[in-house]
């Protein structure tokens, strides 16, 4: 077998000392659903208002004149503003939804790091904090109810032929459960993935469909090569965890229609090389 090994400080997949390809790169091919959330972000900082709420999960129109006494101030001021002033806000509007992004990946290697310790903690490799973030309370709720046993958290996985490697947030053994579009039957088995995300999306479960094949072919790795499991079943169900959803139902952002989201990640890998995509 040849030797799989991860750097850390690089990040960096290799095999047999070649760079492979990392799973979550790949993804870069597909776009999220963020436009609107991007533009919503710039305007929001030129006074704009959303003419519409979300609460509890749904949607509410707001009152036009709501709207108008919550914008007055600000075109007031930018009817006022000197050139340069201007300027400078425009390029902050321009910039807005890179910082929000940014500050969103900071509070998700928090929630990243808490629900590691816990699936960790689960699997009886060290003890539970003494208090878990808000925000992966579904989480642990879900996984006390739903998980037979967590298997792996933070394994390596590679594939030779696509020549990519990958490390997956948690797999597991569910127990029976029954969701709006059927049931996961006992004992599947799933690979998850956290997110910081407020919904989940198509190139997420691209990623778990590409972390999916991997194990499938090869099993679970350690970051220095060791061969560390091989499942004595394939990969059943795809979960992605997306920390930032309103009123998180887990059962909701699982897909068991894996081989159809591995043959997604195939197709995303032709397109990503035949763009010339590098790391």
């Known amino acids: 077998m040849k030797k799989y090994c991860f750097y850390e400080k690089e990040h960096l997949h290799t095999l047999d000392g070649r760079p492979l390809t990392g799973t979550s790169t790949i993804g870069k091919v597909l776009n999220k659903e963020l436009v609107y959330w991007a533009c919503g972000l710039t305007l929001k900082e030129l006074g704009w208002v959303n003419p519409k709420i979300k609460v509890n999960g749904v949607y509410k129109t707001v009152d036009h004149d709501e709207r108008v006494k919550a914008m007055v101030s600000m075109f007031t001021k930018i009817r006022f503003m000197e050139l340069n002033d201007w300027i400078a806000l425009l390029d902050k509007a321009y910039k807005a939804h890179k910082t929000e992004s940014d500050k969103a990946k900071v509070r998700g290697v928090e929630m990243h790091k808490q629900a590691e310790h816990f699936v960790k903690a689960e699997m009886g490799k060290q003890a539970h ?32 032929t696509l020549f990519v490697g990958g490390i997956m947030d948690y797999v597991a053994e569910l127990n029976e459960i029954k969701l709006d579009t059927g049931v996961i039957p006992d004992g599947t088995i799933i690979v998850g993935d956290f997110k910081s995300s407020k919904d989940s999306y198509l190139n997420q479960f691209t990623q778990a469909g590409g972390y999916a094949l991997q194990i ?27 920390f930032g959803a309103e009123n998180l139902n887990i059962n909701q952002h699982i897909r068991c229609n894996v081989n159809d989201f591995i043959e997604g990640f195939r197709c995303t890998h032709y397109l990503y090389k035949l763009l010339g995509f590098t790391e």
């Open 129 to 160: 904090l003494l208090a878990y973030s808000t925000k992966i309370q579904p989480f642990i709720d879900w996984s006390r109810v739903n998980v037979k046993r967590f298997i792996a958290s933070e394994a390596h996985c590679y594939d030779e």
């Open 216 to 242: 499938n072919n090869n099993g679970l790795f350690s970051a220095n090569g060791e061969h560390n499991l091989k499942l004595d079943k394939p990969i059943g169900a795809l979960g992605i965890i997306p």
